[in-house]
């Protein structure tokens, strides 16, 4: 750009002459150009379409703006990054507060963008659309995930901060309520910086409590909250960290953010929202006083209802037993007839009913043994005797009673049957029926021949 009536060579610094031409060296045609852009563009406001959006590892945010006929290189370094809420994406119109610069060893010119925010709607607003969309599609809102508020918590955690006026209201009206609910405080920031970290973490704490402490000493439900606010006091209960904290708690969680027209994304993903946190302490848990009116009505419906219920069937209970001291007599009838039915198979089948009748058995084969052995005994006696006297008939001394004598040689003792073989001196013994005679030989006649 030359203005009317500028010279050259002061506007662009010296040059050579050659030749009546001017002769500029790369270098100062670029630092020229940067003088005049860095000057003119200090401090604009550009409108734009992202593009090519790419983010660095160091933190930066490197990407164009473009219309319908131009495109512009930009960037966000990091310092400026940390301060933006809404996520960026390729198609995203935006408006950016910065200055031009221009980068010498390329030849190329950039935006260095300090504000943004998206066009038509503020960067909290958008910021909050997109995490609040990322969170339902993931199902952080979703009523099968709510949990049931305990109706009596002998234990609440509260956090919140000390030095709000939330924890006053709080524990008025649970002190109004409730004097001896057990109330733990976990002390958090609730807006700044650090705030989401706190909060989240307090929940976890409380979480981490319950995992080791013994049953009647753990938390109940949890009141997550503060007083009211701007949009921007009250971005902490819309941060993600705080949001997935909630969501994973095992401790049901109460939100209590803000007046009823404040609603954060806190609020959507708690098991229940109260509209402050004075509201908050009367869900928690009812009054006492309340609690013993509805009792002693209850006591009393109970006792009614028993005297009623005690009366009207009082007629039928009779009935009933009746019939059962009657069930109970034909039922014990019948199974008596039963077990006498089973107890007399049992003596049938009893070992000692068949010993018994083995020894019955046993008895009567002895008998019949020993009448045998009898029977065998006098036919054996008889033949016996039959023998005998046969025998005796053929005893030699049945003979000798006949008048006959049986000789003996007393040297041998041998029966002598032939006189030839005695002779005189040999002494003999004659057996006569009764009585024995012993003699000398004094003279042997051998079939009428005389031996001497």
């Known amino acids: 750009m030359v203005k009317k009536g500028v010279d050259q060579s ?6 050579s002459a050659e030749d009546g031409r001017y002769i500029y060296t790369v270098s100062d045609i670029t630092r020229d150009i940067q003088g005049i852009l860095e000057n003119t563009f200090a401090a604009v406001w550009v409108e734009g379409e992202i593009s090519n959006y790419r983010p660095s590892a160091s ?7 473009k219309d319908e006929s131009a495109l512009l290189a930009a960037v966000i370094f990091k310092g400026a990054s940390r ?4 996520n960026f994406e390729d198609g995203l119109k935006v408006i950016c507060f910065g200055n031009v610069e221009v980068y ?22 958008l910021a909050l659309e997109q995490l609040k969309t990322k969170l339902d599609k993931e199902g952080l809102f979703a009523q099968e995930h709510k949990r049931l508020i305990p109706h009596l918590p002998s234990r609440v955690g509260i956090v919140t901060s000390l030095q709000g006026a939330a924890i006053k209201d709080i524990l008025k009206v649970l002190d109004r309520r409730f004097k001896d609910l057990h109330i733990i405080i976990n002390s958090v920031k609730v807006q700044g910086e650090g705030a989401r ?8 704490d409380f979480n981490f409590w319950n995992e080791s402490a013994a049953p009647d000493e753990r938390v109940d439900v949890l009141i997550v909250g503060r007083g009211g606010g701007s949009v921007e006091d009250l971005w902490a209960f819309n941060e993600e960290i705080v ?9 049901p969680v109460i939100s209590a953010v803000g007046h009823e027209r404040d609603v954060t994304l806190s609020d959507l993903v708690a098991d229940l929202r109260a509209a402050t946190p004075s509201v908050a302490a009367e869900i928690v848990i009812p009054k006492k006083e309340d609690l013993r009116v509805r009792v002693e009505e209850l006591t009393d419906d109970l006792r009614r209802s028993l005297f009623e219920i005690a009366a009207g069937y ?9 019939r059962l001291r009657v069930g109970l007599d034909h039922a014990v009838a019948l199974e008596s007839g039963k077990l006498a039915m089973v107890a007399k198979k049992l ?9 018994q009748r083995y020894e019955d058995k046993i008895s009567q084969a002895a008998r019949a043994i020993i009448v045998r052995m009898e029977h065998v005994y006098t036919l054996r006696c008889a033949q016996f005797a039959k023998q005998i006297e046969k025998l005796t008939g053929l005893s030699p001394l049945n003979i000798l009673a006949r008048g006959y004598s049986i000789t003996f040689l007393r040297q041998t003792n041998g029966i002598m049957k032939d006189a030839g073989l005695l002779k005189p001196g040999d002494v003999i013994e004659s057996r006569l029926h009764k009585g024995t005679v012993v003699s000398t030989v004094t003279e042997v006649s051998c079939d009428g021949r005389d031996k001497v």
Do not use: M, W
């Open 10 to 15: 002061d506007l662009f610094g010296t040059a």
């Open 59 to 65: 933190g930066h945010y490197y990407f164009s703006l």
């Open 83 to 86: 301060n933006i809420k809404f």
């Open 104 to 125: 010498p060893p390329h030849g190329k010119y950039q935006l260095i963008v300090e504000k943004i925010e998206p066009k038509g709607i503020g960067s909290l607003q």
């Open 197 to 204: 970290e706190e909060i989240a973490q307090a929940i976890e």
């Open 243 to 251: 949001c997935r904290a909630i969501y994973n708690s095992k401790i």
């Open 314 to 322: 009082s007629e039928t209970v009779e009935d009933l037993s009746h």
């Open 347 to 355: 003596l049938l089948l009893s070992p000692l009913a068949l010993v």
